[in-house]
Each structure stands twice: as C-alpha cells, then as structure tokens.
C-alpha cells in the first residue's frame, strides 16, 4: 500500500520560497507518475505540476510556470516542488499524489491519480 507524507509547508511572507517534499513508501516508486494538487478554503482541488516516473518529462500549471519547479529523487523515494516568488494567492493546502504508471506519462487530472497525501498547509502573508 502506497503511503505519501508531505513536509515543508509554512507561513511565509510574499516574495518567499518554500520547498515541499513528499516521501513515498509502501511500492516501487519509480514505477509511479508523480503530481502536487492544491485546494485553497471554498475551492476546488487545482492542479499544480506533475512529472513522469523517470523524472524526464514535467508540466506545471500556468499560474505558477516560471515560479515553481517539481523535482523527483528515485534514490531518496521523494518528490519535490520548490515554490519561488510565492504570492498571496498561492495560499493552499498542497496535496501530493501517485500513480502506478511504467510508461512514460506524466497526469495533471486529480482523478487520475489514485493514491494521495494528507497535505501541508501553504500560507501566503502579503
């Protein structure tokens, strides 16, 4: 059974940088698509960046390209998202997310994905 615990979540002022990390266990991690999702208060889960299992192909949502980057450490068992120039609205509880996939895809729907963290709280003070 899959298992994802996220870390790294903070309040911080706007401008600041976070990095959150996501820690996998419980399959093979290489074997599995990687993604961040965020749910602001009254909002919907919203996609943020994925990344394929290998680490090679990547894709972040438009409000944050340029701004955020996910990362992936197949020896460490752990997806990253550095978060720079962090604004107000990026305000979320930010979800990790898996799923069991060995081609070379990466996913930015919410339900396709099939395992999930219990996420870590991102406050944005302006």
């Known amino acids: 059974q899959v298992q994802l615990i996220e870390s790294g979540g903070a309040l911080v002022q706007a401008g600041g940088s976070l990095r959150l990390s996501c820690a996998f266990s419980?399959?093979?991690?290489?074997?599995?698509?990687m993604g961040w999702f965020r749910q602001a208060p009254g909002k919907g889960r919203e996609f943020v960046a994925a990344?394929?299992?290998?680490?090679?192909?990547?894709e972040h949502a438009g409000s944050v390209k340029g701004r955020f980057t996910i990362s992936r450490d197949n020896a460490k068992n752990t997806v990253y998202l550095q978060m720079n120039s962090l604004k107000p609205e990026d305000t979320a509880v930010y979800y990790c997310?898996?799923?069991?996939?060995?081609?070379?895809?990466?996913?930015?729907?919410?339900?396709?994905?099939?395992?999930w963290g219990q996420g870590t709280q991102v406050t944005v003070s302006s």
């Open positions: 997310a898996a799923r069991y996939f060995t081609g070379s895809m990466y996913f930015i729907a919410p339900d396709e994905y099939g395992d």
């Open positions: 419980g399959r093979t991690f290489s074997s599995y698509a």
């Open positions: 990344i394929n299992r290998n680490g090679v192909s990547l």
